[in-house]
RNA sequence: GCGCCCGUAGCUCAGAUGGAUAGAGCGUUGGCCUCCGAAGCCAAAGGUCAGAGGUUCGAAUCCCCUCGGGCGCACCA
C-alpha cells in the first residue's frame, strides 16, 4: 500500500514535470510515513514542501496542484491538505482488510520479503574470550545480537550467526596454567596464587574433571614450577611485576608438561569453558550457525596473504622493524601495527585476517556487535576493509553494533560487579532471578548504545509495573478469549469475521488497526537500523492498546453474529503480530499464566 | 589534550531520513469489577527538550560554541 502510494505521488510530480508546471530538473524522493494522528489520515507526505522552494511556490498551493494530478485510485478514500503543506492520504476500509487477512494468512512470515533472500548477512556477536562464564555485560551483547539477527531472518535476509572463539593467544595460556596450578594445589601443593591468574571457582570445576582423566599423573614438583620465576606483584611493598611472573610461570609449565599433556589440559579447559557458554546462551534462547576458531585461522595463515594484498595495493609501510598499516588514508587517526618487529601479527592483523575470512564466504553484509569500549576500535577495522576495497549493494561492507553496559539494580540500589574478586554476577545468575524473558526483554528495551538500568526487583516482579508481564498478559487474555469461545461451544468463523472486519469503527478498533498496518513498516525499520528497541516499544503500545479495547468492548456475546467474529479476526491478529515481535526478541508467548 | 556517545516530565526512557499539539511507563492525585483474566482500564497534574547562537517554510533532531556526564586514545587482546 505505501509503495502503491508513493508511485502515485511519483506519477503526479512526474506528469506536472511534463506539462511544465515543475521545472524538469527536479531531484527529489517521495517521503511517505505513516501517520500518528487518525485525523491526519492514514499516510502522509511533505512532497510539496519539500519542493516548494525549488519550484518557487509556496507549498500550499503546490500541494493542491499535486493532489489535482494524482490519478483516481481504487483505494484510496480522500486526499488531504493539511497544516504547512501536508499531503495526507485516507485509505479505503478495503484496505485495511488486505492487512488483516494478510496477518492470518502470513502469520510468523507476515512481513518477510523474498527479494532480500538473494542477500547473505553476516553477524558476529558475544565473542568474549572463553576465559571463564558469561557475565552480565556479555548478556546484553547476546541478546541484542540475537535480535538483531532475528529481525533480519523476519524481513528476509539469510543471516548466518557466529561467534569467533579467541582460543589463541597469552590469555588462553593462563587459563590453561591456572587450571593446572590448582590442580597441583588440589594435591597438597603450597604455594601463592598468582595474582593475574584465574580465580573464579569454576576454575575447580575444571579441575575435577581433570583428575578423572589423568589422576595424579601431572603432578611436578612445585619448586620446578616456580623456578627462575620473577617476584609477583606485592601491594604492601608496591614492588614486582604480576605480568612477568604469570608469564615465567606459563613458560615453566609448558615446559614440565611438554607439548602432549599441556595441550591436554588447555584443550580440556578450552571445551569445559565453551560447553558452558554455549549451553547458557542455548538456555538463553541464543544460537549461533557457527563457532569460529581463532586458531583455525592462525594455522590457515590467512594473516600473511591479507599482509601482502595490503602491501601490493601501497598500503603497508615499515618503521621501527614493525609492519603498518596506513589506516590514516582511510579515515582512521592513527596508523597501525599488523606485524610487530618480533615478527608476530598484532590482534588487530588477526582480526583483519577473520573480516577477510567471512568476506571472502561470499556475503553482502558484516555485522559486529561490540561492547562500546571497543569503539575506538572500528574505525580502524573499516579502514582495512575500504583499504582491501571490499564494498555491497548493500552499502558498507562492514557494521557495526555498539552496546553500551547494563548497570544492574536492586530497586534503587546499585548492584556492585567487580571481575576482579571474582564476584561479577554471571548471565546464568541473572536468568535464574529473574527468568529468561524478562532478562531478553530488558536488556535490548532501550537503544543499544544506551546506558540500561536494569532493575532486578522490577524484572523478577509480577506486576503491571513490568513490562514484560504486562505485554504477556495482553497474550495471554486473548487465548483466554478463545478457550472461553470452546469452552461455550461458539464457533470461530475467520471467513464471516473477515467479510465485515471493515465495518469495525470503534476509535479503539481504528488504532489497533492503524498500528497492525504499521508492523511490516516497524520491523523493516527496525532491522536496517539495527534497532530492536523499538520492537519493545511498539509490543508495549499494541499491548496497551489492546488492554484498553478489552475493557472497553464485550466480546463473546450470545448471538454474536458476523460483527462478534469480525471483533475476533481482529484479536487473532493483534495475537499473531505480538506473537511474531515476541518471537524476534527471544521472549515466550505463553497462553496462560 | 584529541576522538566517539550522551544530556527530553520528580525517576527510567521513546521520539523513523528535520515536520503537524514533544510521547510512554513508574511515582503522585481521583475514579472503574453482580460482566470474556482488575497481572487491567479511565482521568488529572507534571516540559524554556542542559545553555547560547546559526541553517531552514519548519529544529529535541543538522552546524558552531559553552557547561555537565560516560567511554576510548598499545608493537594488549
Known amino acids: 500500500m505505501k509503495d502503491h ?21 527536479l531531484d527529489f524522493q517521495i517521503q511517505l510515513t505513516h501517520t500518528k494522528s487518525p485525523e491526519h489520515g492514514d499516510y502522509s507526505s511533505n512532497i510539496a514542501m519539500v519542493l516548494a522552494k525549488a519550484c518557487g511556490k509556496n507549498p500550499r498551493e503546490l500541494a493542491q496542484k499535486i493532489v489535482n494530478a494524482i490519478a483516481p485510485d481504487d483505494q484510496v478514500k480522500k486526499i488531504d491538505i ?7 492520504f485516507f485509505v479505503n476500509a478495503a484496505t485495511v482488510v488486505d492487512v488483516i487477512s494478510n496477518i492470518l494468512q502470513e502469520k510468523e512470515r507476515f512481513g518477510f520479503d523474498p527479494s532480500r533472500q538473494s542477500y547473505k548477512i553476516n553477524i558476529e556477536f558475544v565473542s568474549c574470550n572463553p576465559t571463564g562464564p558469561l557475565h552480565v555485560g556479555h548478556g546484553r551483547n547476546a541478546a541484542t545480537g540475537a535480535s538483531i539477527a532475528n529481525l533480519l531472518l523476519a524481513i528476509g535476509f539469510k543471516v548466518h550467526r557466529e561467534y569467533y572463539v579467541n582460543d589463541a593467544g597469552r590469555q588462553m595460556a593462563i587459563l590453561a596454567t591456572s587450571v593446572w596450578l590448582r590442580y597441583l594445589q588440589s594435591y597438597g601443593a603450597s604455594f601463592t596464587f598468582p595474582s593475574n591468574g584465574y580465580k573464579g571457582d569454576y576454575i575447580l570445576e575444571i579441575v575435577d574433571a581433570l583428575k578423572q582423566q589423568v589422576d595424579d599423573s601431572l603432578i611436578k614438583p612445585i619448586d620446578e614450577v616456580f623456578l627462575n620465576v620473577p617476584a609477583d606483584f606485592d601491594e604492601t611493598q608496591n614492588s614486582g611485576d604480576k605480568e612477568a611472573h604469570i608469564d615465567a610461570i606459563v613458560s615453566n609449565t609448558q615446559k614440565l608438561l611438554g607439548q602432549d599433556n599441556y595441550d591436554l589440559v588447555f584443550e580440556l579447559t578450552l571445551d569445559s569453558i565453551l560447553t558452558d557458554i554455549r549451553e547458557d546462551l542455548g538456555e538463553f534462547g541464543v544460537e549461533f550457525d557457527e563457532w ?7 594455522t590457515s595463515g590467512t594473516q600473511q596473504r591479507v599482509l601482502n594484498k595490503l ?11 614493525a609492519r603498518w598499516f596506513r589506516a590514516t588514508d582511510f579515515g582512521d587517526d592513527k596508523d597501525r601495527v599488523l606485524q610487530r618487529k618480533n615478527g608476530q601479527f598484532t590482534y588487530f592483523a588477526n582480526d583483519v585476517s577473520y573480516h577477510v575470512f567471512k568476506y571472502e564466504r561470499g556475503i553482502d553484509k558484516m555485522i559486529d556487535v561490540f561492547g562500546s569500549d571497543h569503539h575506538g576500535y572500528v574505525p ?57 524473558d524478562a532478562a531478553r526483554f530488558f536488556y535490548v528495551m532501550r537503544k543499544a548504545d544506551q546506558h540500561l538500568d536494569f532493575d532486578l526487583d522490577l524484572a523478577k516482579s509480577q506486576s503491571a509495573d513490568n513490562p514484560v508481564f504486562y505485554i504477556q498478559y495482553a497474550h495471554a487474555r486473548i487465548c483466554s478469549v478463545y478457550r472461553q469461545l470452546q469452552e461455550q461451544n461458539i464457533v470461530y468463523d475467520e471467513a464471516a469475521g473477515l467479510a465485515v472486519i471493515s465495518q469495525l469503527s470503534s476509535s479503539y478498533e481504528q488504532a489497533l488497526f492503524r498500528s497492525l498496518a504499521s508492523y511490516k513498516d516497524l520491523i523493516e525499520r527496525a532491522a536496517l537500523a539495527y534497532e530492536p528497541h523499538r520492537l519493545a516499544q511498539y509490543l508495549r503500545d ?52
Open 5 to 25: 502510494i508513493i508511485q502515485l505521488l511519483q506519477a503526479a510530480v512526474v506528469h506536472l514535470q511534463s506539462q511544465d508546471v515543475l521545472p524538469k530538473t
Open 380 to 436: 580502524r577495522m573499516q579502514a582495512a576493509l575500504k583499504a582491501l576495497g571490499y564494498s555491497s549493494e548493500l552499502g558498507d561492507i562492514l557494521d557495526v553494533v555498539l552496546v553500551q553496559f547494563a548497570i544492574l539494580y536492586h530497586g534503587e540500589e546499585r548492584v556492585q560487579m567487580s571481575t576482579r574478586s571474582g564476584s561479577f554476577v554471571t548471565l546464568r545468575e541473572l536468568r535464574q532471578e529473574v527468568g529468561n
Open 292 to 298: 569460529f576458531s581463532e586458531r583455525e585461522l592462525l
Open 311 to 321: 602491501d601490493q595495493l601501497g598500503h603497508i609501510y615499515e618503521q621501527d622493524g
Open 82 to 88: 493539511a497544516g504547512p503543506g501536508f499531503i495526507n
Open 542 to 593: 499494541l499491548a496497551h492498546q489492546f488492554h484498553s479495547y478489552y475493557n472497553a468492548q464485550r466480546f463473546i456475546v450470545e448471538n454474536g453474529g458476523e460483527m462478534m467474529q469480525a471483533r475476533l479476526v481482529l484479536l487473532s491478529a493483534v495475537k499473531q503480530i505480538m506473537v511474531n515481535c515476541l518471537h524476534i526478541l527471544g521472549v515466550s508467548a505463553p497462553e496462560r499464566m
